[in-house]
C-alpha cells in the first residue's frame, strides 16, 4: 500500500466527456464534493443531470435510485423506466456519473493510493502475470476495470471480483468479461488519469447465457 497520497484530489474545474467506446456514445462528468450533500446524494443527481441531458428531458422529472437487493443504479423519467443506462463511483471528495443510452455503461473511480498489494488475492492467473509493471498504476488499473466492468454488466449479483476478468489491457483500455451462475457478459473499457485518482469507463456488448456444463465450472 502506498500511504503518502493524500486520499481525497481536489479538481480545478468539474470535468465533462463525450466518449466513443467501442461504437457506443458515454457521457461522462466527474465532479467534487459540496460540503451540504452526501456524496452518494450528490452522485445520484448528477446522474440524473446527464440522463435528462441525454433525452433532451426536464431535469426535475429525472430519478435515479438504487435497485434493491443489488444496488444498481436506474433511472426513471416520470416515473417509468428509462431505456438508458447509468453508473456512479465516488471516492475521497470527488465523484462521478456515466450513461449511455445503447449500452449497459459501469464507471469506477480508484484512488491508486488506496491499491496495494491486498487486492492481488482478487486477480486471476492471467492478470497476476502482468506484474510487473512500468508505472506502478496496474493495481489500480486492473481494479477500477473490474469494478466498472461489473457495474456495466448489470447482472444484479454480488460482486466476485474472479469472476470479472480483464484482458488486452494497456494504459489506454481493456477488454473484459463478466461471469454470473447464468450469463457471461464481455465488453471493451477505457480508462482516463486525472491528476491523482484513476478512472474506468466499461460497455458491455455481448450477453450470453451459460448451459449447465458451464455454470458447474463457477464455484
Ligand atoms: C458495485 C460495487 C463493487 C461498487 O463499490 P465501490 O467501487 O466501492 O464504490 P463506487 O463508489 O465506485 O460505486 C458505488 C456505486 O456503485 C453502484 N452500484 C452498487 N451496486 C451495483 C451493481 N450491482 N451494479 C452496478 N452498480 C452498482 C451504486 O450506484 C453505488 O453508489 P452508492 O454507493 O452511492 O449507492 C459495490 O457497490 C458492490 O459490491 N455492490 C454489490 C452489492 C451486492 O453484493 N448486493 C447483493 C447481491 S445482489
Not at 480508484?110 to 492481488?120: F, H, N, Q, R
Not at 471480483?161 to 494497456?170: F, N
Amino acid at each position: 500500500m502506498i500511504d503518502c497520497l493524500p486520499h481525497t484530489h481536489l479538481l480545478r474545474h468539474r470535468i465533462s466527456r463525450g466518449l466513443d467506446l467501442a461504437g457506443c456514445h458515454v457521457d461522462l462528468t466527474i465532479d467534487q464534493r459540496v460540503d451540504h450533500i452526501g456524496i452518494s446524494a450528490a452522485a445520484a443527481r448528477l446522474a440524473e443531470e446527464l440522463v435528462a441531458a441525454h433525452i433532451g428531458c426536464e431535469r426535475r422529472l429525472v430519478r435515479v435510485a438504487a435497485l434493491s437487493p443489488s444496488g444498481r443504479p436506474v433511472a426513471t423519467v416520470q416515473g417509468r423506466g428509462a431505456t438508458i443506462s447509468v453508473s456512479v463511483s465516488h471516492v475521497g471528495g470527488l465523484f462521478g456519473a456515466a450513461v449511455c443510452g445503447t449500452a449497459g455503461v459501469g464507471l469506477d473511480i480508484v484512488d491508486p493510493a488506496e491499491a496495494g498489494p491486498a487486492l492481488d488475492a482478487w486477480f486471476t492467473p492471467d492478470e497476476l502475470t502482468l506484474f510487473p509493471d512500468g508505472d506502478g498504476l496496474l493495481r489500480a488499473r486492473l481494479w477500477a476495470a473490474k469494478e466498472a466492468a461489473f457495474k456495466a454488466a448489470g447482472l444484479d449479483d454480488g460482486f466476485r471480483p474472479r469472476r470479472v476478468a480483464i484482458g488486452q489491457l494497456d494504459t489506454a483500455g481493456y477488454h473484459w468479461t463478466v461471469r454470473s451462475r447464468h450469463h457471461r457478459v464481455c465488453g471493451r473499457g477505457l480508462f482516463m488519469q486525472l491528476d491523482g485518482p484513476l478512472v474506468a469507463i466499461a460497455v458491455a456488448d455481448a450477453v450470453t447465457p451459460l448451459h449447465l456444463p458451464d455454470r458447474e465450472l463457477l464455484t
